[in-house]
């Protein structure tokens, strides 16, 4: 078998009848064979032409360690044949026991039926339909194994119909139980949950009553604080106060120095513009003066040269007069025809010539003249453009300047801002109160810090701060004058002069400043 097999043979080649090597091989019982057919690939649950298979073979011939390996390797247990016989039923009427506990730890059905109605029966639908025990179309194979006298086969399937009784019965008091179980498990958790709830809520009171004792004493502890405190407080106030006019005054007077020398330096400036434009504007008037002057003398010499060609073409005319009268006398004296046409000819060509050098020389000077008019114009252009360049670059420059120092003040405010909102969030961190909590602009949060300290001060809001710093202690104090901006002061006194932030009217140099703080924004 085993050569016919690496020649090339088909595992599942079928005989005449259906049969099969597997089939056959399972008939025998050689269970080496069987193993070494199902590894090369033969089809475990193949049928004959009468609906026998290998495991069906192997149950009637009782080779119960064939009938493992089919079970191990996948075959169906409750496969029927053309009569609706089961290998079951075949073990049973053949009195294979060993292999009918086999198949009915496998699963094999007890309930089915094999004869000529065997496949009707075995249908479940109809088997419910019929009363219990009723083996109409087939006979079970209990009833083979009680017709043939096998006992230890009925003694084998009896048992299974009795487990199989049981079951039902012993799943529904196993599920009672396990309900009971479950319940007095759910009674003790629940009991569980309350007791451990009573005890965390007993807890809770505890620590609520010594939260309620700990703020109390707090609260006592407060009053007396801000009680001693009040009158050093008061103190602390005017002195702070005293100190900060003062120091707002010298700042101020610094400020106002500085303004001062920068409306010097600008008006310097301006003036200094204004000398360059007017300098300009003599240049261009001096230029354009000359022009007109040239202009004027060219206009003279043509007419000069005009009334000069007029003369010149008189005198000819006059010439030609003279001539043509001493001709006649000279014909009078009986010239020959022939010289006097020469001389005629040689007279006239002498003067186109002469005509000629004069025409030339004209146009030679009024082209001269035409370039050098020219050049001045050009000069006078160009001077013009470099005095509106120079205009407008001390324009740019002052516009610079002024936009320069509106972002310095600006910039002065947004810093003094942002120090006195840090400092005010260091003594919210240093008071940690309820009351203190939530946002707010800078006056809402100060006024809170107050209420919560029992403090009431007076004076700007930098005043109000640095007497609250003082009031929670030295620390807050010396941290916030780190963060303490120096330009402060000064960006309000700027601010004011300048004309940006109260009512007055705005000089020059504060509407520049103005107008360059829109264009940067």
Do not use: Y
């Not at 759910?186 to 004792?213: C, F, T």
């Not at 040269?305 to 001493?326: L, S």
């Amino acid at each position: 078998m085993l050569a016919w097999l690496e020649s090339g043979g088909r595992v599942n080649l079928q005989t005449r009848d259906g049969g099969t090597a597997l089939m056959t091989a399972a008939q025998k019982g050689q269970e080496g064979m069987v193993e070494l057919l199902l590894q090369r690939g033969a089809e475990i649950n193949l049928q004959d032409i009468n609906g026998g298979n290998a495991l069906m073979h192997a149950a009637r011939n009782g080779h119960e360690r064939v009938v493992e390996v089919l079970i191990r390797r996948g075959a169906e247990v409750n496969l029927v044949d053309s009569q609706g016989r089961t290998a079951l039923m075949a073990a049973a009427f053949w009195n294979r026991p060993a292999v009918v506990r086999r198949l009915l730890r496998a699963g094999a059905d007890t309930a089915a039926c094999g004869g000529a109605n065997a496949a009707a029966w075995n249908s479940t639908f109809l088997r419910r339909l019929l009363p219990a025990g009723d083996t109409t179309g087939g006979k079970t194979a209990l009833q083979l194994a009680k017709e043939q006298g096998h006992a230890e086969c009925v003694r084998a399937l009896e048992a299974k119909g009795r487990r199989e009784q049981r079951e039902p019965q012993e799943a529904a008091a196993r599920r009672v139980a396990e309900a009971a179980e479950k319940a007095a498990a759910k009674a003790l958790e629940a009991k569980g949950r309350r007791e451990q709830r009573e005890r965390q809520e007993a807890a809770a009171a505890r620590e609520r009553e010594q939260a309620a004792s700990r703020r109390e004493a707090e609260r006592v502890a407060d009053e007396a604080r801000r009680a001693a405190d009040t009158a050093a407080l008061e103190e602390q106030r005017r002195a702070i106060a005293a100190e900060a006019e003062a120091k707002l005054a010298a700042e101020r007077a610094a400020a106002e120095e500085t303004l001062r020398a920068r409306e010097v330096e600008r008006l310097v400036a301006d003036e200094a513009q204004r000398e360059e434009q007017r300098a300009a504007a003599a240049a261009r008037n001096v230029a354009r003066a000359e022009a007109e002057q040239r202009k004027q003398e060219a206009a003279d010499k043509r007419a000069e040269e005009d009334k000069a060609r007029r003369r010149a073409k008189a005198a000819e005319i006059t010439a030609a007069k003279k001539a043509a009268k001493e001709k006649n006398n000279k014909a009078k004296k009986a010239p020959s025809a022939f010289t006097l046409e020469e001389e005629r000819r040689a007279k006239a060509a002498a003067d186109v010539r002469d005509q000629e050098a004069k025409a030339a020389r004209l146009a030679a000077e009024q082209e001269e003249k035409a370039a050098r008019l020219a050049a001045e114009q050009e000069a006078a252009r160009r001077a013009e453009r470099e005095a509106a360049e120079l205009a407008g670059a001390a324009e740019q420059a002052a516009l610079r300047e002024a936009a320069e120092l509106a972002e310095v003040l600006r910039r002065s405010e947004v810093d003094a801002e942002e120090a006195l909102a840090l400092r005010v969030s260091q003594c919210e961190e240093a008071v940690s109160s309820e009351l203190t909590g939530g946002g707010g602009d800078l006056l809402r949060r100060v006024e809170r810090l107050e209420a919560s300290l029992g403090a009431a001060t007076e004076g700007s809001l930098e005043e109000r701060v640095g007497a609250i710093e003082r009031l929670i202690g030295p620390e807050v104090g010396e941290a916030a004058e780190q963060h303490l901006p120096v330009a402060e002061p000064f960006a309000a006194v700027s601010l004011a002069d300048a004309g940006l932030d109260t009512g007055r009217p705005a000089g020059p140099v504060h509407a520049r400043v103005r107008h360059a703080d829109r264009v940067a924004r």
